[in-house]
């Protein structure tokens, strides 16, 4: 008791090797990323987005992040999701926002999760050539298992939905009241809209992605976004 307390009063390291605890199937989880919402402060909307657009000097890994614009869905008006290697240190002192930028937000909440290498979260992210992917649409979806259905909703969430462009589904490590973070990537709201009409004529159909969700949480939410940063 007197380690673990002490471990939580001065940091805490987070290493995917150790916290791997999903299914076989599952596709590979070797890094941890930091999800941010943010909910900006009356008026600071614009203010907020371009405070979010930068990475702290010290980032761990320069230019692997990824901002979102709330457009339709939840509360936040944005979501950052950065990525910081194999493992994550937080110390006791924090990392206290730059004096300009502290009173942009409303409020927020951080969760660290594990997901794919990032080559790979980059590419189903098209951020391997973001210029060619700025119209770009994101669901960002967050799930909690029922009690005793984790392994059976990863599995229904493993899989994306038609028409998508690229898809990453990130695990609950620590901070959160949730399990599994899913972002949908669109390449054009043309082809959102299309495979949200294809969805709905599979809504019924055992197993579906629906049916899936409804059957083995007790939680989730969806949110549309458009890409910020980079």
């Known amino acids: 008791m007197k380690s673990t307390c002490a471990l939580l009063a001065a940091l805490f390291v987070f290493s995917v090797s150790a916290l791997q605890n999903a299914p076989a199937q599952a596709a590979a989880r070797t890094d941890v990323y930091h999800v941010h919402f943010a909910k900006a402060a009356l008026g600071k909307g614009a203010e907020e987005a371009e405070a979010l657009k930068q990475q702290a000097p010290d980032a761990p890994m320069k230019g692997h992040y990824i901002v979102l614009r709330h457009q339709s869905g939840e509360d936040w008006d944005y979501a950052v999701i950065e990525h910081l290697g194999t493992k994550a240190t937080i110390n006791a002192a924090g990392n206290p926002p730059p004096a300009a930028a502290r009173d ?127």
């Open 104 to 230: 942009l937000s409303a409020w927020h909440a951080d969760t660290f999760v594990n997901g794919p290498a990032w080559p790979e979260f980059a590419k189903a992210m098209g951020l391997d050539d973001a210029a060619k992917t700025a119209g770009s649409v994101y669901v960002v979806s967050v799930y909690r298992a029922a009690p005793g259905h984790r392994d059976e909703l990863e599995k229904s969430l493993a899989q994306p939905g038609s028409g998508t462009a690229g898809y990453v589904m990130l695990q609950h490590l620590e901070v959160g009241p949730w399990q599994f973070l899913c972002v949908a990537r669109y390449s054009s709201w043309e082809d959102f809209g299309k495979a949200e009409s294809a969805d709905v004529a599979q809504t019924l159909k055992p197993d579906s992605g629906w049916l899936g969700v409804r059957n083995h949480s007790t939680y989730h939410n969806d949110t549309i976004t458009d890409r910020i940063a980079p």
